[in-house]
């Protein structure tokens, strides 16, 4: 290995590779539950050349890599499972170009969310990009390629689909463009071609590095407003998201439900933000979303609550940092949540599984949602925070995580971006012929298979 | 943290890289400023500076850093020079010992030995007497603030530095200190009257901003674009980013442009924890400076102005080194206001 982290030094220079146990150990694990696993070493390339060189030397010597971003993805995804090397793509932080006319941007594979946005706001500030709310140094690769969602997914969707294509180094070295840059200059949507993208979203980092990633952008508005409607009755939720989300006027909605404060234990709010470009038009998107529920409001069965605007300000923040406060409920810094991607009709069947597993494994929880599209499908998140200098508290959030990825499997909801034995769940449940497809078709990218080893394997 | 908490859970152990790790921290502040965790994020420091308090007790700590700090035990201060060379940078101006002026004027470390610092000194203090300030200076005897002995988590050194200082200071009847370093503003101002030192403390732009309407400046300047770096003891550590900028823009002619990270998102300089003298942190293309140099640069502005003899130091080689020298000249802000009063 020594031989090896020098030839990968003369690639990034020094400075950039450390096999250190120092290094080895902080790039082991996550804030998650996962048990810590060691890299060989770790190296930061900063530029595609880079980490076509690094591909290659991994290649020719069979050494195992795990391309990284921000490292938050929390269900261990960044972790070396069988040693080799960590790719920390941090240091490719580059905004390449904004189109502002087109509305999108091209950035290189380890720029981070708070980097774009702040790039925005200086250089282009009627302009933004759908948000995570996850700390701003997660980059929009590392995002994408586990299908994220954020602050505009109500209106654009999952973020893998905002992508308007990449630039990507295949395990075995080459560079590949996929969407409209693989034909033009510019990087203005994945159509009309075969669709190489997917060939890298949602496979945790099994095949390949992306190194250039195009992003839509969405008119960023001078005024902001938001709603929260409440009620008690799970069952109603999927008909009031499907109501909410018909008038197409919100930019985000999330439905939260926590058992403190105390004043918020048993109700389901949602949040629901939208924006125009002139008070007049923000009025008219407030009756349209209040005239889209009325039959719920007039039977006072439910309705919208009450917010002073400095009260509002705080749930207008992107990001939002109300997740990372629960995060650390327990004090230690751990946290993880479960993801599960399925449709809206479920929300009522989730919520009760959620308080099932929160009362059998004595957890602190919170539990949420994401909506994506016009109501298309929600991101339904289980959190449960616990204290990582407390091995007794890991495992109890351990057997919640998995209790609630089973639960989510049984409703007909699928784990997002899973941990290895939620991996192993969903490949159980999954269409054989499917995943077949994904070992054929990973056997051609990375014949060595070097790629995050690990994942996606029975 | 994760590295501390793994060598406390004895998962790992410590060797020289990590102590390269834990020296290399400036305590410029910002880990504190973006922590989302209330409670915890104001205990980082402290965290770091015990760490580093443990290697020093294993005496596993880089070759830099023990050189610094033997300098600091047997000369008190950083450059291993006699202490009686203290006020030299003050040779040729009229400043006046002191003896029942209203401030104490503290040039630290940098202001009374290294070149570029001195030349500071003599900046700053020709333009308090400008302002009429009532001011005066020690002859010698005084030692370093101490600041940066602190965080690098040497603190029975930094103790018997402050308490020589205390004893000093008190036995003249000090009040009031104007410091030219935010260092020594932060260590006077945090630290002292924990050891016997309590003074009213002031940075000197502190006392400059509410006297530039005393100051004559002359007509017609010649106007130029100016940023301003905000060095992490006056901005992250004690929350005063206006200070330097009201002087600023009370300038006929300057104009500020801001850096991308101001204020409490300022990018340190990479001096700070000893770092100045260590030279822990690389001096490579992404090291602090460097990066801060470029960063000014973007702005379009022709000038950088501090407001800390070491912010100064550091900067000025990282423009140098960018090749930025001919376009992007470091001033501290009395320089710029010296250089336009009549
Ligand atoms: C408090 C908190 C809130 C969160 N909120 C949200 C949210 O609102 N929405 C959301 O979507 N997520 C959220 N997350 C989850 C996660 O942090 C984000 O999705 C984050 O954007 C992941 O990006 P990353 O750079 O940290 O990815 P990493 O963790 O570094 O990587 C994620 C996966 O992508 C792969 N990968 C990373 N970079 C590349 C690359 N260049 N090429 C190929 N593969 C790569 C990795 O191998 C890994 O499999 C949240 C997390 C936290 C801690």
Known sequence: MNDFIRQLAEITGPGFVSGEPEERYLYSMDQGTMPPVSPDAVVMPGSTEEVQQIMRLANKHKVPVVPMGGGLVLSGLTRALHGGIILDMKRMNRILKVNPKSRYAVIEGGASEGMLQAYLKKHHPELKHSMPDAPPIATLAGNICIHGSGHLSVLGGFHSDMLTGMEVVLPTGEIVKSGSCSVSTDWFARAPLPDLSGLFLGWSGTTGVVTKLGIRLFPSYAHNDMLIFVCEDADLMPDVISRLTGVQVAEDMTPWMTPKPEWARGFLHINISYGAHSKKELTFKRNLLQASVKKYSDQKIAGFLPMPPPQKSRFLKIPSSDLVTFADLRKGGGFEYVGAIMAIEHFAEAYRAGLNIARTYNVSYSMGARIIGAGHAMMFFYAYAFNRADPEDIKRAQHALEATNTAALEIGGIPWKSELPAQKQIIDKMDPGTFNLMNKIRSVLDPNHIMNPGNWEK | ?342
Request: proline residues 4%; hydrophobic residues 35%.
């Open chain 2, 1 to 342: 943290m994760w590295l501390l908490r793994a060598w406390l859970d004895g998962k790992i152990t410590l060797s020289q890289r990590f102590a390269e790790i834990m020296f290399s921290c400036t305590a410029c502040g910002n880990c504190t400023e973006h922590c989302p965790f209330p409670g915890f994020k104001n205990l980082l420091l402290e965290a770091f500076t015990s760490g580093r308090e443990s290697f020093l007790d294993d005496g596993l700590v880089p070759a830099g850093v023990r050189d610094y700090l033997t300098r600091m035990q047997l000369h008190g201060n950083p450059y291993g020079l006699p202490g009686k060379k203290r006020a030299d940078w003050a040779a040729g101006t009229d400043i006046a010992p002191f003896t029942d002026q209203e401030y104490l004027f503290y040039a630290g470390d940098e202001g009374s030995y290294d070149n570029r610092g001195q030349e500071i000194a003599r900046s700053a203090s020709r333009l308090l007497a400008k302002a009429g300030i009532s001011f005066g200076i020690l002859t010698g005897g005084e030692n370093s603030d101490g600041n940066d002995v602190r965080a690098s988590g040497e603190t029975a050194l930094f103790e018997d530095l402050a308490k020589k200082n205390t004893d000093l200071f008190n036995n003249k009847n000090v009040k009031k200190i104007i410091t030219l370093s935010p260092h020594s503003f932060n260590s006077f101002k945090k630290d002292y009257p924990k050891l016997g030192g309590n003074y009213q403390v002031f940075h000197y732009t502190q006392i400059l901003a509410f006297n530039m309407g005393k100051l004559k400046f002359r007509e017609n300047p010649e106007p130029v674009l100016a940023t301003y770096h905000d060095p992490c003891y006056l901005g992250r550590h004690n929350l005063d980013y206006y200070s330097p900028r009201m002087m600023l823009s009370a300038v006929p002619g300057i104009k500020i442009a801001e850096m991308d990270r101001n204020k409490k998102n300022a990018l340190c300089c990479g001096g700070g924890g000893g770092n100045l003298f260590t030279n822990v942190l690389s001096s490579g293309y992404e090291s602090p400076a460097r990066s801060r140099a470029r960063e000014a640069k973007a702005t379009g502005a022709k000038i950088i102005a501090v407001s800390c003899p070491l912010c100064a130091i550091m900067l000025e080689d990282a423009v140098k080194t960018e090749g930025l020298a001919g376009d992007l000249r470091v001033m501290e802000i009395s320089e710029i206001i010296n250089d336009r009063i009549m």
